[in-house]
T-cell receptor
Framework: NAGVTQTPKFQVLKTGQSMTLQCAQDMNHEYMSWYRQDPGMGLRLIHY???????DQGEVPNGYNVSRSTTEDFPLRLLSAAPSQTSVYFC??????????????FGEGSRLTVL | GQQLNQSPQSMFIQEGEDVSMNCTSSSIFNTWLWYKQDPGEGPVLLIALYKAGELTSNGRLTAQFGITRKDSFLNISASIPSDVGIYFC?????????????FGKGTKLSVKP
């Protein structure tokens, strides 16, 4: 099983550029989410989705957009990158019925640097 | 918003030593979880706790859900080099926020052979 696949693994952007981080899962999970990880800050929730066509904001949503057109994919868009968005981004998914158990499956991460 | 205080921030130990880390919150949680992140990887669930006072083991790992529902600890016995990584506690209240997890800032563990 591929599990949760994130692309790209590394990306360097200039301030003001836009890009999309891709996330795909092959486990038929209803729940998908994006976190960012910064040194000394732990993992902070950006956006999440409980099913196709449904998205909602997490703790730090500003500067990011998401959409969920299929169960499998949950892309994260940066419309105008800023240096403050330099971070490691993780996509995570779960069965909706298992969300209550806290069992998230994480991808390997995408390291983004904004110059 | 809810915050978790995880300590210590980092630990440098000798192989074979026991490790203890904990997490506290000003708010109660219905679920406490412990994840481990290996270098260059995403976090992986180690232990989940669902009842106040619950003590759960997974091999050399033991975790407890505090009676007050505001804290949890994780112990690792007889550490080995592959225990190296960042350990995160997480709290969850399933309901209005669809069960989103609140993560601590992590404990970075280094093990000297």
């Amino acid at each position: 099983n591929a599990g949760v696949t994130q692309t790209p693994k590394f990306q360097v952007l200039k301030t003001g550029q836009s890009m999309t981080l891709q996330c795909a899962q092959d486990m038929n999970h209803e729940y998908m989410s994006w976190y960012r990880q910064d040194p000394g800050m732990g993992l902070r929730l950006i956006h999440y989705s409980v099913g196709a066509g449904i998205t909602d904001q997490g703790e730090v949503p500003n500067g990011y957009n998401v959409s969920r057109s299929t169960t499998e994919d949950f892309p994260l868009r940066l419309l105008s990158a800023a240096p403050s968005q330099t971070s490691v981004y993780f996509c995570a998914s779960s069965y909706r019925g298992r969300v209550a158990t806290g069992e998230l499956f994480f991808g390997e991460g995408s390291r983004l640097t904004v110059l | 918003g809810q915050q978790l205080n995880q300590s210590p921030q980092s630990m440098f130990i000798q192989e074979g030593e026991d490790v203890s880390m904990n997490c506290t919150s000003s708010s109660i949680f219905n679920t406490w979880l412990w994840y481990k992140q290996d270098p260059g990887e995403g976090p992986v669930l180690l232990i989940a706790l669902y009842k106040a006072g619950e003590l759960t083991s997974n091999g050399r790992l033991t975790a407890q859900f505090g009676i007050t529902r505001k804290d949890s600890f994780l112990n690792i016995s007889a550490s080995i080099p592959s225990d190296v990584g960042i350990y995160f506690c997480a709290g969850q209240n399933y309901g209005g926020s669809q069960g989103n997890l609140i993560f601590g800032k992590g404990t970075k563990l280094s093990v000297k052979p």
